[in-house]
């Protein structure tokens, strides 16, 4: 008996150290996308590389010196950027990584009236440094002082926070995008005090599909702090390599120090082959071991050392799967159990009931991230099934909420959820066919040219069920994915608002929730900058796709250089220019009536407003559609973006407790 322990346990000892063994080999040559949250920093982390005059004071990076302390500095320019290269975009393929970024800065003059250059974000080939021998610092150190306007030998793109005025720069302190150049592509005015030397925060994301670089930042407007928010369009590949190297960086002539405070940064792309970037090359002194002994020493250490750290965490995943399995079975239990029983209005079913009324899943209809959608018969009514392409803690929240909201939902323009079964591990929800499809089907992808009738129908039916979700019930219920394709048509073309996987239970007085997964384009500004939605970032998609159904054109609208601009921006435009009927879809051939599309683009451009306070309630949106209220009154300029976030207040944020919640919301819904 003793001698089988042995062997038993002998062979479990060699199997882990294989798959140590191989775990390292393959965790040594494969590196995930970039991902890093730094709240203050350290001279002794290694993550980031400094250059010139960069260091690290009291916790912050500070990117510029003090020159009333070091007053012989000539060139006070540096340089702060990640120890690893991002993965920009694949060759192979011509996939682009998306990135977000945040940071926190304060450009400080020591109550200097002259002050400058500025700093900024920037992105660089690997192996980028400072160019050598600048003597001014109108550059910013990304290029040389005879490349100011074409910067061939040292390409970059930039994000540029600029307070001194140069022959190229607009009158006034800006924020811009340089590329190759540090004459702006795009700019915009900075409102801010900056011989206040108050705390800045900026918050720079890139849609690999759009190829949209948004930008946003901090100002001061009549000494209270404003957001500022601006679009470009850029295609990255065609700027930069492969791999590039990114950071900050700052450049002082006159004074004015630059300090980083905080910095987070996650981008998508993986790549096989990331290494870390290398510091300036020190010097090393002969005496001493061999170098290859002390190679072979150092290597034969660390793979020990790594042998034994991963067998650790090898285990300590083992038992972590094994808890998440237990936690998973307990979550599925307490909804089949417990939660889905409030779902009252929706019946259970089994699941060789739902397969025969498919036949065995014949005929899809769509397909989605977590879901596919099949066609079926049900006692002679047509069908719609949801099917959830595996079960995880993230597939059942969003199961749940369908579940416990859409079932008692009751309005002729939401979509009905008629029975729901989780069974041999699937997750199924069954729904009323709609023969029509999905909005954005007709509006882009040529399935039926939808009539000026219908498309108004459409629109004073979507805020017609979006103020019923609002107001309409003893709960707010906030949709948070309002968009074209979650539209739905029944067979006369009524819509049906559906796809409640992202809906909240909130308290009516509720400002704010946490922000998951919603579609770049239909996302409100606020929600961008704060991660946070409410019932005006519902209100913004509805704006969205009231202007959609108007011009027939998506919520990014391609022009003709290429370049991408939000359909907001592009109506407001011809709002402008005061010839708003311009912008109506072009295949209407005019056949469409002028006050109502008139009205309905401009209810769009009111929803839509970038700040938030601005924007109506559905119901006041859906009393304009009606012609029972004024056309909103609109500023005769595209609004920039200067509000205030608004403060977040306690709602019912966790699954559970707002499932437990679900009883309460009435079936009522208001009258049209």
């Not at 980031?48 to 500070?62: K, T």
């Not at 930069?240 to 960086?249: D, E, N």
């Not at 989605?368 to 049900?378: D, E, I, K, N, R």
């Amino acid at each position: 008996m003793a001698t089988c322990n042995f062997k038993t346990t002998h062979s479990n000892l060699l199997l882990l150290c294989f798959l140590t063994i191989s775990i390292f080999f393959y965790t040594s040559s494969h590196t995930t996308a970039l991902s890093f949250n730094i709240n203050s920093f350290s001279p002794k982390d290694t993550r980031i590389i400094y250059e010139g005059a960069s260091l690290v004071n009291h916790q912050a990076i500070q990117l510029t010196a003090n020159q009333g302390l070091s007053p012989l500095i000539r060139s006070n320019i540096g340089r702060a950027t990640y120890h690893m290269p991002m993965w920009l975009w694949d060759k192979r393929t011509g996939t682009v990584t998306d990135f977000n970024t945040h940071f926190s800065f304060v450009i400080n003059p020591l109550n200097n009236g002259a002050y400058g250059d500025g700093m900024a974000f920037f992105m660089a080939p690997e192996g980028s440094i400072i160019p050598a021998q600048l003597k001014h610092g109108c550059t910013l150190g990304l290029a040389s002082d005879r490349e100011q306007l074409n910067s061939t030998s040292n390409p970059f793109v930039a994000i540029e926070f600029d307070t001194l005025t140069n022959t190229w720069d607009p009158p006034y302190d800006h924020v811009g995008v340089d590329v190759n150049s540090m004459k702006s592509v795009k700019k915009v005015e900075w409102w801010r005090n900056i011989t206040g030397g108050e705390l800045n925060e900026a918050w720079i994301s890139y849609n690999s599909s759009t190829k949209i670089l948004s930008v946003a930042f901090t100002g001061i407007v009549d000494n209270v702090t404003v957001e500022q928010y601006f679009d470009y369009a850029l295609d990255l590949r065609l700027y930069l390599p492969q791999r590039v190297i990114f950071g900050f960086t700052g450049a002082s002539n006159a004074t004015a120090i630059h300090t980083i405070y905080s910095w987070n940064f996650t981008s998508s792309l993986e790549d096989d082959n990331i290494v870390p970037s290398s510091s300036p090359p020190h010097s090393h002194k002969k005496h001493g071991m061999p170098w290859w002994l002390l190679a072979a020493v150092c290597l034969g250490s660390a793979l020990v050392a790594a042998l034994f750290i991963i067998g650790i965490l090898w285990l300590r995943k083992v038992k972590n799967k094994e808890k998440k399995v237990k936690e998973d079975e307990s979550f599925i239990a307490q909804l089949t159990e417990q939660e889905f029983e409030s779902a009252t209005g929706a019946k259970t079913m089994s699941y060789i009931e739902v397969v025969n009324a498919t036949n065995n899943w014949k005929h899809k209809l769509g397909e989605g991230g977590f879901s596919a959608v099949y066609m079926g018969v049900l006692k002679s009514e047509y069908i719609a099934v949801k099917k959830f392409k595996r079960v995880s803690i993230r597939g059942l929240k969003y199961y749940a909420s369908e579940v416990m909201i859409t079932g008692r939902l009751k309005h002729e323009n939401l979509i009905k959820l008629i029975g729901w079964c989780y069974e041999k591990e699937q997750l199924l929800l069954v729904f009323e066919y709609m023969p029509n499809q999905s909005l954005d089907s007709h509006l882009f992808k040529g399935t039926r040219l939808l009539k000026w009738e219908e498309r108004y129908k459409i629109a004073q039916g979507l805020a017609s069920a979006l103020h019923c979700l609002h107001e309409g019930l003893e709960q707010c219920v906030l949709h948070r994915d309002i968009k074209s394709s979650n539209v739905l048509l029944d067979s006369e073309f009524n819509p049906k608002l559906a796809d409640f996987g992202l809906a909240r239970i909130v308290r009516h007085d509720a400002k704010s929730q946490t922000v998951e997964g919603m579609t770049n384009g239909y996302e409100a500004p606020e929600c961008h900058q704060t991660g946070k939605s409410s019932k005006m970032s519902d209100v913004y998609s509805f704006g969205v796709v009231a202007l959609e159904i108007a011009c027939g054109r998506k919520a990014f609208v391609q022009m003709d250089d290429g370049n991408h601009v939000r359909l907001v921006k592009w109506v407001w435009d011809h709002y402008e220019r005061g010839n708003l009927l311009n912008a109506a879809d072009q295949r209407l051939c005019g056949e469409f009536d002028k006050d109502q599309m008139e009205r309905l683009m401009m209810v769009g451009l009111w929803c839509a407003h970038i700040d938030f306070s601005h924007r109506p309630s559905a119901g006041e949106a859906l009393e304009a559609l009606n012609f029972n209220a004024s056309p909103p009154n609109l500023p005769p300029k595209f609004p920039e973006a200067r509000y205030t976030p608004a403060p977040a207040v306690p709602s019912v944020s966790s699954l559970l407790s707002t499932t437990a919640t679900t009883s309460s919301i009435a079936t009522s819904h208001p009258q049209n």
